[in-house]
């Protein structure tokens, strides 16, 4: 059966709730905690067993307390959002770093965007059990750094014991339990230019770039060099919510269309 719109969804709970006493209608005006309440029985169907709608309510107040800018997004992208980390069986917005709620201005709507963090990607990637390593580490100026690509690739980092400078680089590799490796080098310049191009929240103070930068540059690294790697189909479903933006819940978020972002220049207000 094909996901439902969220307003053919606001629509449906409207009417359930118009013929039972006690219960409140859907509203724009209604907090997210309300929402929650009111949509709890599509809530469940779409949760994994493993998260109960309670500790959803749990992630979703958490969320919102960790990152009150959150309160102004639309509620349905703000709730697709959550799904998307209840599904890949990742926390939100704690300082766990697996993943992130980021509101931003989309064309003069604010609207909430899902990105994985870079141990959320590491815990996903490691539910392989090909995978044997997986990492990413950060290259300074004064450290000893030297690569190779071809039929015989190389990588080798002898970090400085004491000054190593300012930050030149990043590089993610994996190992497979067979032995197969493989790895990605990217300079600062391209991990920022990468981050501006798919965080529309790059340059505000709520984005995890500001606050967990090296942890958001290995995530992008070890994301390019997994590109190479075997993994499974549930993997890549999971990377293709990354940097998302959703107005539908569904039992599958990755079946969900992403929403159109455009480029305009977000301006942060004072509270």
């Keep these: 059966m ?3 719109t969220s307003n053919n969804l606001k629509e449906e709970l409207a009417k359930k709730a118009e013929t039972t006493a006690g219960e409140n209608k859907l509203k724009k005006s209604m907090s997210i905690a309300d929402l929650i309440k009111a949509m709890l029985p599509e809530i469940k169907k779409a949760l994994p067993e493993v998260i109960t709608p309670e500790r959803f309510t749990r992630m979703a107040l958490s969320a919102l307390n960790t990152t009150p800018k959150l309160q102004e997004c639309t509620q349905m992208s703000f709730l697709a959002a959550l799904m998307n980390a209840a599904q890949l069986g990742l926390e939100p917005n704690t300082p766990l770093g697996q993943a992130y709620l980021i509101p931003f201005n989309n064309k003069g709507t604010m ?8 141990k959320g990607l590491i815990d ?5 059990p090909q995978m044997q390593i997986i990492s990413a580490h950060t290259v300074y100026e004064n450290d000893e750094f030297e ?12 970090p400085a014991l004491h000054d190593r400078g300012d930050i030149r680089l990043f590089y993610g590799f994996f190992k497979l339990v067979n ?3 493989g790895f990605e080098v990217m300079s ?5 230019a990468y981050a501006k191009e798919y965080s529309k929240s790059f340059d505000t103070s709520f984005s995890p770039w500001k606050t967990n930068y090296e942890a958001m540059a290995k995530k992008t690294v070890i994301k390019q060099a997994l590109k190479y790697a075997p993994v ?8 293709s919510t990354d940097g998302t933006v959703k107005n539908e819940i569904s039992e599958d978020m990755s079946e969900i269309h ?11 207000q004072s509270a």
Excluded: M, S
Excluded at 232 to 239: H, T
């Design 232 to 239: 499974k189909a549930d993997f890549r479903r999971a990377l």
């Design 2 to 4: 094909a996901p439902r």
């Design 188 to 192: 600062k310049e391209a991990v920022d």
């Design 124 to 128: 996903l990637g490691y539910r392989n």
């Design 147 to 158: 690569y190779e690509l071809g039929l015989n690739p190389k990588l080798e980092h002898r």
């Design 179 to 181: 032995g197969g490796f």
């Design 258 to 268: 992403n929403e159109d972002i455009f480029d305009a220049e977000y301006t942060e």
């Design 111 to 118: 609207e909430c965007q899902f990105q994985i963090g870079y």
